[in-house]
């Protein structure tokens, strides 16, 4: 019971803080305090909060190293451009094609986490992070075949497997608007994601993820991370939540990916790539293993300090990657452990199961 009312404090402080972080950011915005910069990051920064949430429950919570998240992030950008530009006749609102857009996003992104899960959740260690490595990169270059199109007649897709395929293969209407250029990426999409749908976004994903992780599911997959055998022993099927996790986790990047994608009027596939993959496991590992927290802190942090500091130049990324270092240092000696463990207590004993 006490762990339980413990669990319950830290989570709803979890709740307040993200509350009480866009109250301060909407007070700023309406006193003007916020340059244009800034207020340009805000979009991203849920984002790759909600993100890190999601990696850290494939990571922190089921005990997988996965390289190839940011595909799945691209799987529901794409798809929430292509909703949201094919309803926009139909769907006159901005706000209800955003939603459509994100869930819609989230469905295919969670599909698609299925099918990779199905060859990918039977390996372990370095082999399942070099497949899920592979898989981001094919999903990519998946993308950037695809012509998308839309006209009064429904979607019109082409994939350019070969580089031959153009616009004209879709053989659409003249009122047709073509939405995704292979290659070229999506462009000319309407801008319609906005900081308040980031936070709402960011409070589903939270409440999906913490309460997954103290459900009956949530003690087993982490059983399995800790001792495989001993769970398995007890008979808990390892495939089933494994797969669980794992679609929940591609189905919460989906629906990031599909608000960063609206949040652009021009977007490539090459945005989502091992690059952007490694840089939402950053954040993951900075926060802390299993710590939700911790994870928007750090994609908070290690997303605006780049940004902010780009007036130093070619000094910029030095300064940001001393700064890495020095808090992997702080983190992991035993000063820094202590005080790390005070201010974002993440390490929680292994006796729920």
Known sequence: MNRLKKHTKVDFATYLGVI???GLVMLAQSQHWLGRSTMGLLVPICCYAVMAISLNLTVGIMGELSLGHAGFMG??????VVVSQSLSASVA?????LVLAMIVGAILAGITGFLIGIPVLRLRGDYLAIVTLAFGEIIKELITCLIVGHDENGLH??????GL???EDLHMTPAGKIIIK????????ETIATFTAGVILLLVALVIVLNLIHSRTGRAVMALRDNRIAAESVGIPVTRYKMTAFVISAAIAGSAGALYGLNYSNLVASKFDFNTSILVLVFVVLGGLGNMWGSIL?????????????????????????VLIAVMLGTNSAGGRALFAKLIPHKKKREEV
């Open 20 to 22: 009480a972080a866009w």
């Open 75 to 80: 799987v529901g950008a794409f798809t929430g």
């Open 93 to 97: 609102s901005p706000a209800l094609r």
């Open 157 to 162: 897709i082409v994939f350019n497997y070969n």
């Open 165 to 167: 395929k153009g616009a």
């Open 182 to 189: 292979g290659a070229q990426g999506a462009t000319g999409t």
């Open 298 to 322: 750090a994609a908070v942090v290690l997303y605006v300090l780049p940004e902010e500091l780009r007036a130093l130049g070619n000094f910029r990324m030095l300064i940001y990657a001393v």
